[in-house]
């Protein structure tokens, strides 16, 4: 079912039941406080990185054949945020979810999946879904941005990787290691997909002391309080 498609009309339905995906237990505990037993909403573990998350991605939607299957996708945690777009403490929902250091490297530079012509590196969120929950975080006082995010197995750890991100990927708001593992298997079951991510540190040269998980672990808390509303569960 495209949720994209169908909630351009006000009769198109929503989804009934919500699996969301965070990679570590700190972001999960995050969701479950904002989400404070809201109905519909189901928050598991993907583990690190694309590889573990598209394969507890797919075993959990799997798992759910034959019961009440899933209706959207979502992938929540905490991430990086590319200085100028996305600072520190704010909250970016992808527009698409883009695996950025998919590819081969050449003597012209990197090429990605599409460019190699094996596929897709970029998958696109639920626009209308993931509009709406940036407007309602925006309302709640909270920055927010919709924006490309992009998913790496490596996390960014210098100026110069980050410039070249942002050259390759304009626009690119925020950086993960899960967001394309999660999506790519919902894409599989074709259904729809969201990410959202809560900056807690620049992309860029890697000073974990300056870090801000707690504050991001907040705003992620907030982010997804006001999902129940935003999917009217």
Request: aromatic share 4%.
């Amino acid at each position: 079912m495209d949720y994209d498609n169908n909630s351009k009309n006000n009769n198109s339905p929503r989804p009934r039941r919500v699996l969301i995906m965070t990679a570590v237990e700190a972001e999960r505990d995050a969701v479950l406080r904002g989400l404070n037993g809201a109905p519909g909403i189901e928050v598991r573990l993907a583990g690190v990185g694309p590889i573990a998350a598209a394969a507890n991605t797919a075993a959990t939607l799997a798992s759910a054949d034959g019961a009440k299957p899933y209706d959207l996708v979502i992938s929540a945690g905490i991430g990086g945020g590319f200085i100028g777009i996305a600072d520190i403490g704010s909250i970016v929902i992808a527009t698409d979810i883009i695996a950025a250091d998919l590819g081969a490297e050449s003597p012209e530079g990197f090429l990605s999946l599409d460019e190699l012509g094996f596929g897709s590196s970029r998958l696109k969120a639920d626009e209308h879904l993931s509009s709406q929950w940036a407007q309602a975080v925006l309302k709640s006082g909270l920055a927010a941005c919709t924006a490309p995010v992009l998913t790496l197995s490596t996390v960014t750890g210098s100026a110069a990787t980050a410039e070249h991100l942002s050259h390759r990927i304009p626009g690119a708001a925020a950086e993960g290691m899960e967001g394309y593992g999660v999506a790519l298997a919902a894409h599989h079951r074709n259904l729809p997909v969201m990410e959202i991510r809560a900056i807690s540190n620049p992309v860029g040269p890697r000073q974990r002391e300056l870090w801000k998980i707690g504050d991001a672990l907040l705003a992620l808390e907030r982010a997804c309080s006001l999902l129940p509303e935003v999917l009217e569960l």
